[in-house]
Structures are given as structure tokens and as C-alpha cells.
């Protein structure tokens, strides 16, 4: 008995293990929005399949339908709210050939996620640091914050962005 709930509770841990996973389908493949509910684990297992999907594949299609939601927050002042401008905006700039993110760290607590990443760009001579912040509704990405910095040719500072 204590060998067969050992080998469950393994069986178990193996299961949350993998749910962290941007190659294990926590859900099924319908999107994620409109929310539904879901606990840190679930979005952790959510925000990985976004960051796969966005930053490593770069296809903003899936990342966005799959993620965000109709209404979307945005505070980027060069961006509007919703769902269709960010599909609007997003999807043929990775499209660009030459386009490339690197995500760099990534973290998730309380409903927020932060990606910091780096974009290059062929023919830009210094790479752009980005940290974006997104706040989840359960299984739904709703509102996006970001800090986006080019190194200044003339920085006084000699260490690297990253």
C-alpha cells in the first residue's frame, strides 16, 4: 500500500513536472481565451506554450489567438487595446525577415508574467532589450506592459545590456 502511493505521488509530481513544459498540452487545443479558471500551475504551463509559440517560433497568429484576450489592456503608448490591433501590429513585424527574439528570463507569480528578451534586427547595429509584463485572468493573457531600450551609441556605462 505505502509503495503504490508512493509510486502515485511520484506519478504525480512527474504530471506537474511536465504541465511546465512548453511541449506538454495541459489543455486541449481550443484558445485559452475567454478565461477559464486555472491555478499558478496551469498558467505557468500556459504562459510557457505562449512564450514557445511567440518568442521561439515567432508565430504571433497562434500566440495571440490562443492567448489573448478580445479586449486586451495595452499600455504601450505606441500600440492600441485589443485583440486584432495586436494581430494588426505584431504579425508582420515578426514576420520581417532578419527578425529575431531571444528570450533571456522569463518569470510568474500572482497572475503576472514577465519575459526579458533580445531582438535583433539584421542591419541594426546593437540589439534592443525588452521586458514585457502580461496579467492573466485564470487561462487569458489581459493586459501587457513594456520597457523597451536601444543602447545609446554614446553610453557612458560599459557593460552590456544583457
Known amino acids: 500500500m505505502r509503495v503504490s502511493a508512493l509510486i502515485a505521488f511520484s506519478a504525480s509530481c512527474l504530471g506537474i513536472t511536465a504541465s511546465a513544459s512548453p511541449s506538454f498540452k495541459l489543455f ?4 485559452n481565451c475567454p478565461p477559464q479558471s486555472a491555478n499558478p500551475w ?9 512564450v514557445e509559440a511567440f518568442f521561439v517560433e515567432q508565430n504571433a497568429t497562434k500566440a495571440i489567438l490562443n492567448h489573448i484576450a478580445e479586449d486586451y489592456i495595452q499600455h504601450n503608448p505606441g500600440a492600441l487595446s485589443g485583440r486584432q490591433n495586436a494581430l494588426d501590429a505584431l504579425v508582420p513585424f515578426l514576420s520581417l525577415p532578419g527578425v529575431n527574439l531571444t528570450v533571456l528570463r522569463q518569470g510568474f507569480e500572482n497572475n503576472l508574467a514577465f519575459i526579458h528578451s533580445r531582438l535583433d534586427i539584421d542591419g541594426v547595429a546593437q540589439p534592443t532589450a525588452i521586458v514585457d509584463i502580461f496579467r492573466f485572468n485564470g487561462t487569458c493573457i489581459v493586459e501587457h506592459w513594456d520597457v523597451v531600450q536601444a543602447r545609446d551609441p554614446n553610453s557612458i556605462n560599459p557593460l552590456a545590456l544583457f
Open 28 to 31: 486541449s487545443p481550443k484558445p
Open 42 to 50: 496551469q498558467q505557468r504551463a500556459i504562459l510557457a506554450d505562449f
